[in-house]
């Protein structure tokens, strides 16, 4: 077989994979001209479609940024931390100054210490390798935080150019729509998506007359929990309000399951509070440890749901992972779905997550 190139980017057309490049339907294939899918967005809709991270083009892109000056501004969900910070910032921002911006503050429960959280965010990113000049905490949604950013953008770019990055989904298009309204009155400059790998906008922000702000495409990062949920589960998980903690007292050999998409038991410990922040709309079912797989056997998709009908099709298996937790007030971290606190930590559990996405530990925010 021959392979076929894009006429616009040069990729090999593949038909297998819609977010590696080259992707085309099958559809497209009987054309003269074959263009994949992004440069067809491109061309028709003046769009620039969410990538993912191994992908040459955006490394390439990025590596751009850390050979000029400029100022970077990364963009994570506070909710979901390991699923949108962006691998190896580090290395693609080069000398560039960073300011982190932890989006979604209106999600977080009042009870929250913005003070905490922005220091978990900069211990968190120090982890990854990566020094923060400064760490701001936004409602893009709401506007709130935005006019503090602002003037931290202009005050740590030197005049200079400024590249906004993000993962999918973490609110980048919001904040920037926000952002050009706040500075020029424009109302929703750029079209906004609920769901990941369909950001548009590809931007070039006048700041003045020499330097720009640029709007990047969305990463696509696979920890995402987004990436193996349907739209309809996404919006399920996807906290839209102020997240109202759950609290379960659990004796050791009991089971949590959050909807059907993951699980937490308790192997081994004193009676212990479980306070779970996870979507309003996403049920938590309690049951017996040893019950546990038959009910998962029984009732994915019904009891247990999401996922729902077209999750399932593709759902990865539950991979478990054992975690003995420190002593004190620890939290229980599901990329993507919430945490669970343990109030007094010294405890044995066992979390199960679909393959690939990840789950970890931290200091309570709370
Ligand atoms: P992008 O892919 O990073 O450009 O993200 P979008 O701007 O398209 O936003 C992704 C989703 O997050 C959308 O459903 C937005 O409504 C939602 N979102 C964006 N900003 C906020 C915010 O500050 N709070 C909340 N709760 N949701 C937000």
């Not at 993962?167 to 079209?191: E, R, Y």
């Not at 004796?251 to 909807?259: A, C, I």
């Not at 593709?314 to 229980?332: N, V």
Request: with cysteine; hydrophobic share 35%; charged share 25%.
């Amino acid at each position: 077989m021959t392979t076929v190139k894009c006429q616009g980017c040069g990729a090999v057309i593949q038909t297998s994979d819609p977010n590696l490049p080259g992707y085309a339907p099958e559809s497209a294939l009987s054309r003269e001209d074959i263009i994949c899918k992004r440069c067809f967005r491109l061309k028709h809709y003046n769009e620039v479609q969410d990538v993912p991270y191994q992908d040459d083009e955006f490394l390439e892109m990025l590596n751009q940024i850390s050979d000029s000056r400029g100022l970077v501004v990364q963009i994570v969900d506070i909710f979901d931390f390991n699923g949108s910070f962006i691998p190896g910032m580090k290395r693609l921002t080069g000398q560039n100054p960073v300011l982190l911006v932890g989006n979604k503050m209106d999600v977080l429960p009042n009870s929250v210490n913005p003070r905490k959280v922005k220091q978990w965010l900069r211990s968190a990113a120090k982890d990854q390798g990566l020094i923060v000049e400064d760490v701001f905490l936004i409602s893009a949604q709401r506007g709130e935080g935005i006019e503090a950013l602002s003037q931290a953008i202009e005050k740590h770019r030197n005049e200079h150019d400024v590249y906004v990055v993000g993962t999918t989904n973490v609110g980048k298009s919001t904040f920037i729509n926000k952002l050009i309204q706040q500075t020029s009155g424009v109302k929703d400059a750029i079209t906004t998506s609920y769901f990941p790998g369909t950001t548009l906008g590809f931007i070039d922000i006048p700041l003045d007359e020499r330097t720009s702000l640029y709007d990047t495409p969305g990463v696509i990062h696979r920890h995402q929990m987004a990436h193996y949920v349907s739209d309809q589960d996404l919006k399920t998980i996807t906290p839209r309000k102020e997240v109202k903690p759950k609290v379960y007292q659990l004796n050791e050999g009991q089971t949590l399951y959050f909807g059907g998409l993951a699980r937490l038991d308790f192997d081994s410990g004193e009676r212990s509070s479980f306070i779970c922040y996870l979507s309003n709309e996403l049920d938590i079912h309690r049951t017996k440890l040893e019950n546990a797989d038959e009910l998962y056997r029984n009732h994915l998709g019904g009891l247990l749901s999401p996922p729902d009908e077209e999750t399932m099709k593709s759902l990865p298996e539950l991979k478990a992972q054992t975690f003995r937790l420190p002593e004190g007030k620890t939290d229980i971290v599901f990329s993507g779905l919430g945490w669970a606190t343990v109030p007094e930590g010294n405890i044995t559990v066992t979390a199960h997550v679909p393959a690939g996405v990840k789950v970890s530990l931290r200091q309570s925010l709370i």
